[in-house]
């Protein structure tokens, strides 16, 4: 009875990761041997801060959840003690673990998937050095913005230096 509960919890359990890992743009794989409960509770806080989600699961399962995803091609990356990362925005799962891993030698980046592209740590060290989705969308809207001040300094240029030269005018008929 009770091997029965643990396959069905098993079976939901790689449902429930099979359709995240379906659904999500960017993956990585790291190992975590040797990190203690702290250092991954303050990993999995700045990866839920950033958007994104970690998840430690049994190496057969997740190679179960990652088959018939775009990612199932870096299956052989779960081997040892693994942590699976993964958020919407191809950025932050990269970002936030390539900037954990340079202050804690202890994680360390196998690789990972953007989509269908396969990245090797060098493919996720060059990924997380690229701007997140809310910085470019905030550049773009700045670039927006500028021409349409600029646009609004000239119109309005003219008329202040027409009220100064009135201004001035009706000083010196005052005078």
């Not at 643990?6 to 975590?32: C, F, M, P, W």
């Not at 299956?75 to 936030?96: F, N």
């Not at 060098?122 to 809207?141: F, N, Q, Y």
Request: proline share 3%; hydrophobic share 45%; net charge positive.
């Amino acid at each position: 009875m009770e091997s029965e509960v643990d396959r069905a919890e098993k079976r939901d359990l790689v449902a429930q990761l099979n359709g995240v890992l379906a659904d999500t743009s960017s993956i990585v794989v790291a190992h975590y041997a040797g990190l203690t409960v702290a250092e991954m509770t303050t990993l999995r806080g700045r990866m839920k801060a950033a958007g994104g989600s970690m998840k430690v699961a049994k190496n057969r399962l997740a190679k179960l959840a990652l088959k018939d995803t775009k990612a199932a091609h870096i299956g052989d990356l779960l081997k040892g003690p693994t942590v699976i990362a993964y958020s919407g925005d191809p950025v932050a799962a990269s970002k936030v673990f390539s900037e954990f891993a340079a202050t804690n030698e202890k994680l360390i980046v196998l690789g990972g998937a953007l989509g269908e592209i396969r990245l090797d740590p060098a493919g996720v060290k060059a990924l997380a050095t690229l701007p997140s989705l809310d910085e470019l969308r905030a550049k773009i809207i700045g670039m927006l913005n500028t021409p349409a001040t600029r646009i609004a300094q000239v119109v309005n240029a003219p008329a202040a230096q027409l009220a100064r030269v009135v201004s001035a005018y009706s000083k010196k008929e005052a005078a």
